[in-house]
């Protein structure tokens, strides 16, 4: 890939995987199968922590998930989301986000991110699980601020605005096929496909460092903190930040967790 390309790719990625409520990408089709799971659990004596690997923005042909992210879900009465989306769903903080969801608009507007879209943000993952956690009164947390989220992508928008211009409808078809092999490895279930897709995303450092490096370390004493509580909690990202040598998952293990990938019959 070009470097604009590459850099398309990456908002795309960023969108699709690390960015909980930034969700554009083109049409998909699905293939074979329901998604294998995403999904680790590390166990104490006390609890268990489940990390669910989301896909952000999806089509209501993708339900219903896997057996194993239900499980989880229902074993826990702690779910915990990128951002506290009690925040971003309920309207709080409206003015700000207002603020900064045009901002990114109007940075985004001459590439394929607002282009006709097959996947929609409130058939995501996140917005699915949150939602019923809502309904059923569960506990609702974020592993950081809205505010902080948007400065991430901002930041990433201005600095690779200048090197995409011009070239959107190139960038957009390369990308799309892109997507399309790591949605599909997602639905798989394939995280050694999902953390190569990942790695390749250090072609871009400034966008790797700040979504996915900068922004892992900073959440892994909050989830160590959740270990040994009396109750289990659910924490759901993007997939990107829990695949990939520094992906989450390694991370936990490296820090002497045992981290067990969850199997459960494809239902």
Not at 48 to 55: A, D, E, K, R
Not at 165 to 176: C, S, V, W
Request: aromatic letters at 10%; a positive charge; proline letters at 2%.
């Amino acid at each position: 890939m070009t470097r604009s390309s590459r850099l398309y790719f990456s908002l795309l990625v960023v969108g699709l995987l690390s960015l909980c409520w930034v969700a554009p990408v083109a049409a998909h089709k699905i293939g074979k199968g329901y998604n294998n799971g995403t999904i680790w659990e590390i166990k104490t004596e006390t609890n268990t922590v489940y990390l669910l690997g989301s896909i952000h923005a999806l089509n209501t042909a993708y339900y219903p998930l896997t057996r194993g992210f239900y499980y989880a879900y229902y074993d826990s009465p702690n779910i915990v989301f990128e951002v506290d989306l009690n925040q971003v769903l309920s309207g709080k903080n409206a003015k700000s986000l207002k603020r900064k969801r045009a901002f990114a608009t109007s940075r985004t507007s001459q590439n394929a991110l607002l282009i006709k879209l097959d996947f929609e943000g409130k058939f995501g993952v996140d917005h699915h699980f949150y939602w019923k956690a809502k309904a059923a009164g569960k506990h609702i947390f974020g592993l950081e601020s809205v505010e902080y989220q948007m400065d991430v992508l901002d930041n990433i928008i201005l600095k690779s605005q200048k090197v995409m211009a011009g070239k959107n409808r190139e960038n957009a078809k390369r990308a799309t096929q892109r997507l399309n092999q790591l949605v599909e490895a997602w639905h798989r279930g394939d995280e050694v496909t999902l953390g190569n897709m990942i790695e390749e995303e250090k072609a871009t450092p400034e966008v790797y460092k700040a979504v996915y490096h900068d922004r892992n370390v900073k959440w892994l004493p909050k989830i160590e903190s959740y270990l040994g509580q009396e109750e289990n909690y659910l924490v759901i990202v993007g997939v990107g930040h829990l695949v990939g040598n520094d992906g989450l998952v390694k991370l936990l293990a490296d820090k002497g967790h045992t981290v067990r990938r969850m199997v459960y019959a494809i239902p």
